[in-house]
């Protein structure tokens, strides 16, 4: 069997309170899982499950109490200043907004350019070719450089922040409700085109959600946190096929009933 | 421009005249000023202390120079007093600032409580004693300013610094491995810049009052250099009599003071936006 992309043993993650305070119940609480090659993993749970905590901790922005991060078969946790920065590379990232996570005062070119000068890359010609290249493969045209975030639709602008999370050519991307800021129509075509580029480049994906619908359609398997305990771990058929634990079949049911929507509006 | 005078309103685009009116006598003192060789300094003893006439509109001082003359050789020290004190500021408080906010932790406490022992002085009163110490002289009161100015500069940068470092484009310079001196000169100091450079031009008129308070208590540009907190100060001893030598340097360091104010006033209405607390 060849090296999983991510391997997480037994983390546990624990804001810190006071010097004083009650130790609180930790974020997340000893999760542990794999994320085979050229695979997705689909992160279901409620807001306050941990499961935007347990991505920041991959993602080296939060301390992790214990436990194992095995990027590639690295130790990922034992990594520290410049080197942890050169690694960032192996990771690529797309956030919810894609009009926050982009800056209003950089051109498109500018955007792009970015991660790649940071890792050593150089102005010029070649630069430019290849950040045309990402955009192009992100089915936008190169005449899209020149412009500002401000100036794309919503479904634009997430493209130009998959192209930018693919920039470095990671081996494992990251998306954090990637599709939740955007019109249904829209969220069709950026899971299309997440799944073209998952099969075109060999990526490896950890898609988070609260939406079990989107999750099921493009995950080969999946993961249900609950108040920072994985409660229910495995193939996504499998899972949604015969979920073992009470609260995935009350989140599936919601999925079928159409109630959906009133599942995320709920109050965490 | 249009657009600028329309936010502003009429008294914001009155006090903007005003304040643009003292750079130009400023720049141009030597040629605007009917006595130039008064205005720089020398005696006329002919004519001292005579009152407000024809020759002399706003009357002459006790060694017979012109006061409009004066005042308009005053403008130049005093602007470039109060543009000095504001940069000294910004040069100290901005970096202080920024690296409180961006690295957090216990960087921004010994930052900023080293900041607020500063902040913990009364303003003028610390002004006063840095000039003291040092001694009279232009230089030196331009740092005895200072050290109490830029504290505000750097509570400010910081308050922007800790929105942007919370943006997710800020996040994501910062997972796709940009280092730390790339994102404050990128993303980080272009837009903390505009404001505080729009606080520190609006700054340029209290700092200038505080240097002429200096200047007023003889700590501040020796004579004969022309200075209006001087002006005031060597009148006094003239005064009632020859009220015109104190009033009319007076009236001088009140309008720019209140154009400034009212400026300042004027942009942060309309901008509904960053308002501190003046010194």
Redesign the interface.
């Known amino acids: 069997m060849t090296t999983p992309t991510l391997d997480i043993d037994n983390l546990v993650i624990r804001y810190r309170a006071g010097l004083f305070a009650v130790r609180p119940k930790p974020a997340v609480n000893g999760a542990s899982f794999r994320l085979a090659k050229g695979e997705t993993l689909g992160i279901v749970g409620e807001s306050g499950s941990g499961k935007t905590s347990l991505l920041r901790a991959i ?1 080296r ?1 939060l301390p992790a109490e214990s436990g194992q991060i095995r990027l590639d078969g690295q130790d990922w946790l034992a990594l520290r200043g410049s080197a942890l ?2 690694e ?2 192996k ?3 797309v ?3 894609p009009f ?7 051109t498109i070119a500018d955007i792009l350019a ?2 790649i000068l ?2 050593g890359g150089r102005h010029g010609a070649a630069m430019r070719k290849k950040i045309a290249g990402l955009l192009s493969d992100c089915g936008l045209p190169a005449d899209f450089l020149d412009r500002r975030a401000s100036e794309l639709s919503g479904g634009q602008a997430q493209r130009v ?1 998959i192209a ?1 999370a693919l ?2 050519e990671p081996s494992l991307l990251i998306l954090d409700e990637p599709t939740s800021a955007l019109d249904v129509s829209v969220q069709a075509q950026i899971l299309n085109l997440l799944s073209d580029l998952k099969e075109s480049r060999g990526l490896s994906m950890l898609f988070v959600t609260h939406n079990l619908k989107v999750v099921a359609h493009v995950s080969d398997a999946l993961l249900v946190m609950r108040h920072g305990d994985v409660i229910e771990f495995g193939r996504t058929k499998e899972v949604i096929g015969a979920p073992a634990d009470p609260y995935t079949r009350e989140l599936l049911s919601y999925g079928r009933r159409e109630k959906l929507v009133e599942h995320e509006l709920a109050p965490g | 421009m249009k657009k600028l005078l329309q936010r502003l309103g009429w008294p914001g685009t009155v006090a903007l005249a005003i304040v643009l009116l003292f750079v130009l006598v400023a720049l141009f003192a030597p040629w605007i000023a009917p006595y130039p060789l008064q205005g720089a300094g020398g005696p006329n003893v002919v004519a001292k202390l005579s009152p407000p006439s024809a020759d002399y509109w706003l009357g002459t001082d006790h060694l017979g120079r012109d006061i409009l003359s004066r005042i308009a050789y005053g403008t130049r020290v005093s602007l470039t007093n109060g543009i000095l004190i504001v940069a000294f500021s910004l040069l100290i408080g901005l970096p202080i600032g920024l690296a409180a906010g961006y690295f957090g932790g216990w960087v921004d406490e010994a930052l900023m409580r080293g900041t607020d022992v500063f902040l913990a002085f009364p303003a003028l009163l610390l002004a006063v004693l840095m000039a003291a110490a040092l001694g009279p002289g232009f230089l030196n009161s331009v740092i005895a300013v200072a050290v109490t100015w830029w504290p505000w500069y750097a509570r400010l940068a910081r308050a922007e610094v800790l929105v942007l470092r919370g943006q997710p484009y800020v996040e994501a310079a910062q997972l796709s491995g940009v280092s730390h001196w790339r994102i404050i000169l990128r993303h980080i100091l272009p837009a903390t810049g505009r404001p505080l450079t729009v606080q520190a031009a609006l700054d340029v008129g209290p700092a200038l009052l505080t240097a002429a308070a200096l200047s007023f208590l003889g700590l501040g540009v020796l004579p004969p250099t022309a200075d209006w907190g001087q002006m005031v100060d060597a009148g006094r001893k003239f005064f009632p009599a020859r009220w015109w030598y104190s009033a009319m340097p007076g009236l001088t360091i009140f309008v720019i003071a209140l154009a400034f104010s009212v400026l300042g006033d004027a942009l942060r209405e309309r901008k509904g936006g960053t308002a501190r607390a003046s010194a």
């Open positions: 993602l922005l920065r050169r960032r590379q990771i690529g990232v956030l919810q907004n926050l996570s982009l800056s209003p005062r950089l970015e991660p940071a890792q922040a930018r920039a470095l």
